[in-house]
């Protein structure tokens, strides 16, 4: 493979290279590999168009917070959030957020259009929601963002039809001095069944991790779960599905944990142990000895 | 090329082989040092003659044939393929029958290998390698992963000093994944390479085959608690800074169950 002469790849292979290591950085990195990738690349105009693509998907992927310029609050890049391209809706502020994808940052923002907000009626679950989700937010996480936004339905003005409601929260904790950043996202959808006067709540949870000190070490792991309710008043219908949220995300932690706490002995084993059967340092000095009674050893290090 | 590491180094390992092809043909002048630096998960040929498994690296492999360590022999098959002296071969033998048992001993299962191969001024390199398989469906004898390997590299050089001593330097990688999936945890994945170098000036009164043996041992110790540390130790620690576990919810339900008790 590496000694023969190699056709150089066609500029269309490169920017979908340079698409692939943009879309893969783990959490808060994607500016450092951004700057490697350039090096690699020695061409700023493929780079670029590499990085018009993959840096929406990325943000949105990993739901960024950004601040509005005059610091009246912040909004999320979700894909429940997209109003265009580079338009994204907060919904508490009731504001628009024009995005630089690639440098991450909010231009200018501007008050969003009757149409683009839901209606009275279903923001009343959706404010409701809100409230209760940040409180939580504020008191399991440390660095925690999140939003709730209108995914479906945001038109309908009355009982009588389905409508359903995302909310995101998003925690991430980046520590590059000390090797290591990490993050949390986790994906609530809230389908609000009308006829069946029930409300159907599916999660999604993440949680990554990157240590990269001696080498390059990371964590993806993902849950999946669902749960229900009954269909209710606002506020009565935050409370109830908050709660479940609280409930999974919390059991999750303790799964995660139970899993630290187990891993270590039970899977290490499996693959090095600490020391041989014997319990001693294996005998190199006596290598003689296996030429002849390798059979026997071998017998022996297979007992359990 | 310090770009190019950097890019290594941030990539998921579940996508390194990708990585490093798509790096190799950006930077087609790197390739040497991108082969030899960048590790790689590890390949492994069934032996013609034994039928014992061999391990594919660069230090066993001319053009596109890989030279086996327990028949000598390239698969497939190569004209005039480049093999160690016939005194290295010895040590090489050697080295392969001993490092297979302290592989049982360790691994309880596993596949190693040994290259010997000669360096400038009457120096050597020495390559050991061990794969193992620690899934459930193959050698995880507890049944806990779903999908486990632990690929160690060793690369030892060793130049030998006045006064019967000799310098070993050894660069070790361990590149580790796992990954478990249930109920109530999920899909669980970690996985990723550390690497360490360790220098040596020894006394070659019991033999090189000692001397390299238990400098690889100690460094495998050594890199499997560093492993235990930064694997569960540094990830787990990140996650309870993301989302502290709720101590408040559980002292409250101890109280709650404790005065209901009482």
Redesign the interface.
């Known amino acids: 493979m590496s000694d023969e002469e190699e056709t150089q790849p066609t500029d269309d292979q490169k920017i979908e290279i340079a698409k692939w290591f943009l879309l893969n950085a783990p959490a808060g990195e994607i500016q450092y590999i951004a700057k490697d990738m350039k090096a690699v690349l020695q061409d700023e105009t493929l780079y670029t168009t590499a990085a018009a693509v993959a840096f929406p998907l990325y943000n949105k992927s990993h739901m960024i917070c950004l601040d509005f310029p005059d610091r009246s609050g912040e909004v999320m890049v979700t894909p429940f959030s997209e109003i265009s391209e580079n338009e994204y809706l907060d919904p508490r502020t009731a504001q628009v957020a024009v995005v630089d994808h690639v440098n991450q940052v909010c231009r200018r923002a501007r008050p969003a259009n009757d149409e683009e907000l839901p209606t009275p009626y279903i923001e009343e679950y959706r404010y409701a929601l809100d409230i209760e989700v940040t409180k939580y937010v504020s008191e399991a996480y440390p660095k925690g963002i999140c939003s709730v936004y209108c995914v479906n339905g945001k038109d309908v003005e009355e009982p009588g039809l389905d409508f359903e409601l995302v909310v995101v929260i998003s925690a991430a904790r980046l520590s590059p001095q000390n090797f290591c950043n990490g993050s949390w996202r986790s994906i609530w959808n809230v389908e609000f069944k009308d006829e069946a006067q029930f409300v159907e709540v599916r999660g999604t949870l993440q949680v990554g991790a990157h240590y990269f000190e001696e080498g390059n070490v990371q964590l993806d792991a993902k849950h999946e779960c669902k749960d229900s309710t009954m269909l209710m008043s606002p506020e009565d219908c935050a409370h109830s599905v908050t709660t479940i949220i609280r409930h999974h995300e919390t059991e999750y932690l303790n799964s995660l944990q139970t899993s630290y706490s187990k891993l270590p002995d039970a899977t290490f084993k499996d693959l090095r142990r600490k020391l041989p059967v014997t319990r001693t340092l294996f005998p190199w000095h006596n290598t003689m000895q296996f030429s002849l009674r390798r059979d026997i050893q071998k017998s022996l290090g297979l007992e359990k | 090329m310090?770009?190019?590491m950097?890019?290594?180094?941030?990539?998921?390992?579940?996508?390194s082989e990708?990585?490093l092809s798509?790096?190799?043909?950006?930077?087609?002048h790197h390739?040497?040092d991108l082969?030899s630096q960048v590790d790689q998960p590890l390949q492994v040929l069934r032996d013609v003659d034994s039928g014992k498994e061999f391990i594919l690296c660069e230090y066993n492999r001319d053009a596109d044939s890989y030279r086996s360590p327990w028949s000598n022999k390239y698969h497939p098959p190569l004209d005039d393929g480049l093999y160690p002296s016939q005194e290295l071969r010895k040590l090489e033998v050697?080295a392969n029958?001993?490092f297979m048992?302290?592989c049982?001993?360790?691994?309880?299962g596993g596949t190693s290998s040994v290259y010997i191969w000669e360096n400038e001024d009457e120096g050597f390199i020495g390559c050991f390698l061990i794969k193992?398989d620690?899934s459930r469906t193959a050698?995880?004898?507890?049944g806990?992963?779903e999908e486990?390997?632990?690929e160690a590299i060793h690369v030892i050089e060793v130049v030998p000093l006045e006064e019967a001593t000799a310098r070993y330097c050894l660069t070790s990688?361990v590149m580790?994944s796992?990954t478990?999936n249930d109920e109530?945890?999920?899909?669980?994945?970690?996985?990723?390479?550390?690497?360490?170098q360790m220098n040596m000036d020894l006394p070659i009164a019991?033999?090189h085959?000692?001397n390299m043996?238990?400098m690889i041992?100690e460094m495998?110790?050594k890199l499997?608690y560093?492993?235990?540390q930064?694997?569960?130790g540094?990830?787990?620690e990140?996650?309870c800074?993301?989302?502290?576990?709720?101590e408040p919810?559980q002292t409250r339900l101890l109280e709650h169950i404790s005065k209901r008790l009482s």
């Open positions: 310090e770009a190019a950097g890019l290594m180094r941030r990539i998921p390992p579940k996508h990708a990585a798509a790096l190799l043909s950006l930077l087609p390739s040497a082969l050697e029958n001993v048992v302290y049982d001993q360790y691994y309880e193992k620690g050698d995880g004898r507890r806990y992963l486990g390997c632990w990688s580790l796992l478990t109530s945890s999920g899909n669980f994945n970690l996985s990723g390479s550390i690497r360490r019991e033999g085959l000692c043996g238990r041992e495998e110790s499997r560093s492993l235990d930064v694997y569960f540094k990830t787990k990140m996650i800074t993301l989302r502290p576990p709720s919810v």
